[in-house]
């Protein structure tokens, strides 16, 4: 078998084999499934207790208002001058006081409870009240059909937005998910290729240190281990993608099925979880939800999946090699800060201008940042989902893979040099003196 070969099964087969491989790539799809059906579950489970509030209500307006649901009854009590009442809340889950009314004096209402107010409580009693004090401060200029009047002015329109193709051709789009279809593959890769890219130094620094590689160089030429490192670490972070891809699949088709979960239960599964009787009445339409589920099927899914796989290898390709060179460069874990800094620091200049070209997808900074290609990995992931030109993609996959063949280049010729050097810190003019060795 090619000796190269060799050295990619030696690294895959090392890492695949180790229980802490095994036990993540099987936990991590089950834990993401978890963070997607927990919430809805426990949004889902109903008090049956309905709890009781009494109104003591002066006024006598605003007692009628509030209207019973499933978690809170609400009872009107006489003898609202009874502080003791407040104080004994044992029968009562909280009293709303209304001393006065509360179009002239706001500062007239309490709520009493023993423990803190429920902050949907909170939220439902605030409501009823605003909006019957907004009605008596209307209804006392005297101006007939204000309250209509001041809705119409103060509704709120909802623009739908529609993508056109080359064709004329045009579909419902939501900037919402685009954005975020385009950072989970942009986390992904940050991900990935710092992790992965790690394991390149760490085994690398491993082997210079318990000095096996003098072993390896004498019958493995030097390029040949490096590479076989690289893209043997790389099928690693393959496999378990892969793996994780397929169980979740199939974990969150089955956790819907077993729970009677939609798509749409998912994504309104923040308003669920705070719902209250406001909250309900604002809960979205069902035409609404139709538009988002469109929306979201709307995405380019297969381009998304190309150039994740394309720039997740060149990414990976580029960073690899400078990792690899660093953990050929230096002894001691302490030693390779100084090199990595820079690297992580260029990596999370990358997150920011990925967050700030999702406000302007063909702006400078989104332009000019996907071509870099040290940054291109990360921005061009967010700029995919709003139909970036072929031409740019092309442009940037031909430079990130040029640089990364360049980088790989130089790379190897400081790791033929570093792995047999001991006992001297490097430094960026050394490791350019290693590259310049015939």
């Given amino acids: 078998m090619n000796k190269f070969l060799l050295v990619v099964q030696r690294e895959f087969m090392t890492r695949v084999k180790k229980k802490s491989f095994v036990i993540l790539t099987i936990l991590m799809p089950f834990i993401f499934a978890a963070l997607v059906f ?4 426990l949004a889902s489970i109903k008090d049956n207790n309905q709890k009781t509030v009494a109104v003591a209500d002066k006024t006598g307006k605003y007692v009628g208002l509030f209207k019973d649901d499933q978690t809170y009854r609400f009872v009107p009590i006489a003898n609202a001058d009874d502080r003791a009442l407040y104080a004994d809340t044992t029968s009562y889950e909280a009293v709303v006081d209304i001393r006065a009314d509360l179009a002239t004096n706001p500062k007239a209402a309490t709520i009493y409870s023993r423990n803190e107010v429920p902050a949907g409580l909170l939220s439902y009693v605030e409501n009823v009240i605003n909006e019957q004090v907004r009605h008596d401060k209307l209804e006392a200029t005297g101006i007939t059909g204000l309250d209509k009047i001041i809705d119409d ?8 937005t529609m993508k056109r193709n080359a064709d004329g051709d045009t579909s419902s789009s939501n900037t919402a998910f685009a954005i975020a279809a385009g950072f989970v593959f942009t986390f992904l890769i940050y991900m990935f290729v710092m992790s992965y890219g790690g394991m390149v130094m760490q085994s690398v620094m491993e082997e210079k240190t318990n000095r096996i590689v003098e072993l390896m160089v004498s019958s493995v030429k030097p390029f040949q281990l490096m590479m076989g ?11 378990q993608l892969a793996i994780w891809g397929v169980m979740l699949v199939v974990i969150l088709t089955g956790a819907s099925m077993v729970f009677g979960v939609s798509n749409a239960d998912m994504m309104q599964t923040s308003s669920m979880a705070m719902a209250t009787p406001s909250a309900q009445a604002m809960s979205a339409a069902p035409s609404e939800t139709q538009e988002m589920l469109t929306a979201l099927l709307n995405l380019p899914y297969a381009e998304l999946g190309v150039c994740f796989v394309l720039y997740f290898i060149g ?3 580029l960073y690899a090699s400078f990792f690899a060179a660093i953990g050929a460069s230096v002894n001691e874990q302490e030693d390779s800060s100084q090199f990595m800094m820079p690297i992580v620091l260029i990596m999370v200049f990358g997150l920011y201008a990925a967050m700030g070209s999702a406000e302007n997808t063909n702006g400078p900074l989104a332009f000019w940042a996907s071509l870099f290609p040290l940054t291109s ?3 061009m992931m967010v ?5 970036v030109p072929l031409w740019e993609e092309v442009l940037s ?3 990130l893979y040029a640089t990364a063949l360049f980088f790989i280049w130089c790379s190897a010729r400081i790791y033929r040099v570093g792995i ?3 006992g001297k810190k490097p430094s960026i003019k050394e490791m350019i003196k290693w590259m310049r060795y015939k």
């Fill in 38 to 41: 927990v919430p809805i579950w």
């Fill in 153 to 160: 002015v103060q509704s709120q329109i909802t623009i739908s």
């Fill in 229 to 239: 490192k690289i893209v043997g670490i790389s099928l690693v972070g393959f496999v």
């Fill in 315 to 317: 990414g990976y390709l």
């Fill in 377 to 379: 990995p990360i921005v």
């Fill in 383 to 387: 700029r995919i989902p709003f139909n």
């Fill in 397 to 399: 996959l031909v430079i």
């Fill in 420 to 422: 047999l050097m001991y």
